[in-house]
Every structure is written in C-alpha cells, then in structure tokens.
C-alpha cells in the first residue's frame, strides 16, 4: 500500500469511528480514506503536527528543547538537562483515532538524566485512546491513556518490551478486569541502542493487540476509565467507561530516544 503524509488540513479529526462510547478525548470531523493505506505521522524534518506537554508547564513549551529532529528521527534528548526532578513531558499529534494500526522504530541512547527513576531507565511508551493534551493539568504527569510501554535492557537482564500499562484505565485480560498499572509482555528483551520494529492494533473499545518484528506478544480488550483514578473520574459520564477513540502520543521520561518511520493505517469498523 502506498505511504503518504497526512495532510494537516484535516486536523484535529476523528479517525473512522462512530461510537456513543466516552472518550478521555474528543469528537471531531469524521475522515474517511477511500482506500486503506499507510499515512506518515512524522515528516522527518521538525515538529509540525505536533504538540508538547510537560508536567509544570503549559502546553506548547518543549522543556529545554528536549522533543527534536536530528537525521530523519523524532527525538527525546536531555543533552540541555542537569537533573531531572519529574518533568515528564509527551508529544501529541494532533488527531484522534479509533480503529488503526500503528507503526514505528525505537531505540534507547546514551545516558539516563541524573534524578530520574529507576524505573525509568531506558524507558518510554507510546500512549493510545488518551486524553487531549490541553485538558491536562499544569501539574498533570502523564495523560489519562493506554500505554504501550517501550523499554529496553540492560546488558544482563532480562526486561520485556511492548508491556501495558495503565495510567488512569483499567483493561479486560482473558475475560479478566486487570486493576494493576503494568503487564508484562511476552517478547524478549532488546539490549543496546538497536532499532526495535514496533505495531499495535487498536479497534476502538474491542481489542488491542501489540506486535513486535512482527510476533503478537499481547493483546487484550475493553480498554475503559478508571473510576478509581481522580484524572479519569471526570471523563466518565453516565457511568459510561469503555474507550473508543483518542489521541496518541510518545513520551519522555527521562532517558534518551528515538523514533522514525511513525505511520498509521486506518482500519475499518
């Protein structure tokens, strides 16, 4: 199929979905394509079609330049960091999307910033059915999401990737509510700074799959809000939980990578 780059007239917009389902996002114009095909997310040049959110800053400011471009990649460098103190930042395109595929390389470089976490070592993720960067919180952490957590190893251990995690959401796990924040994948771990072919599948409230070099290594289903979580709560409307559709976006949480060749291919209902 052939591979375009979207066209940013039509954004923000709703991706083919037509749901009453609540959504941590919003509803938009609904597009379309006449044919299915792979749609370029990043040029590969700067920043358009994008849009920055850090803890403690409003939206639009790229904290210490960390988000840019450098050889065709979309990167999250800390080189103008001394220490972090948990500004954890994400990149938004600006559309929402229900049923889609998504695609895209990664890999972790260099060193992680002094102050941040451990658990934060050569991480990162890519966030599905999120909410919309500026019904964030100043102070907000991360956005009421999916997260598709993307880590690497450390040389000795063993660490999956392509993991789940579930920041203001619960998940239905072989006909089971999951309430725990993180799941381990089934994949093998990817130590060193190499690029890592990564996919998931998302349609709409049903099913999310993960793929990576092209081998299922998770899936499960009823992504929804959780009513536990105070960020959530106010997305639930009517008691209505299940997430349909949303905003996708990368984030940084203190240790440095790259991402190029992001594309997503419109499925349909």
């Not at 709703?14 to 749609?39: I, K, Y």
């Not at 040029?43 to 849009?51: I, M, S, T, V, Y």
């Not at 976490?117 to 990162?124: D, F, I, L, S, V």
Request: contains cysteine; glycine residues 8%.
């Amino acid at each position: 199929m052939r591979h375009s780059l979207l066209p940013l007239l039509l954004i923000p917009l709703l991706w083919n979905c037509t749901t009453d389902e609540p959504s941590a996002s919003s509803t938009a114009e609904v597009v379309v394509p006449q044919a299915p095909e792979w749609v370029s997310l990043f040029n590969g040049e700067d920043l358009d079609g994008w849009q920055v959110k850090f803890t403690g800053q409003e939206l639009g400011v790229n904290y210490l330049d960390t988000f840019r471009v450098r050889d065709g990649a979309l990167c999250v460098d800390y080189s103008n960091w001394e220490g972090f103190a948990g500004e954890f930042g994400h990149i938004f395109f600006d559309g929402d999307f229900c049923n889609y595929r998504v695609r895209f390389e990664y890999r972790f470089t260099g060193d992680q910033v002094p102050g941040g976490p451990g658990w934060a070592y050569r991480n990162n993720g890519i966030m599905l059915h999120g909410q919309r960067p500026d019904t964030m919180l100043v102070d907000q952490e991360f956005p009421v999401s999916i997260e598709v957590q993307l880590l690497g190893g450390d040389g000795t251990n063993e660490r999956s990737t392509l993991n789940l995690c579930t920041p203001g959401t619960n998940v239905v796990m072989n006909d089971e509510l999951k309430l725990q924040h993180c799941i381990n994948s089934d994949s093998e771990t990817y130590h060193g700074d190499q690029w890592v072919k990564a996919e998931v599948e998302v349609r709409g409230s049903e099913s999310i799959r993960h793929f990576i070099d092209g081998q299922l290594v998770m899936s499960y289903s009823a992504p929804q809000l959780d009513e536990r979580d105070q960020e959530a709560l106010p997305f639930i409307v009517d008691g209505q939980k299940l997430l349909s559709h949303g905003t996708l976006s990368f984030q940084a949480e203190s240790h440095p990578c790259e991402f190029k060749n992001i594309e997503i291919l419109v499925l349909e209902e």
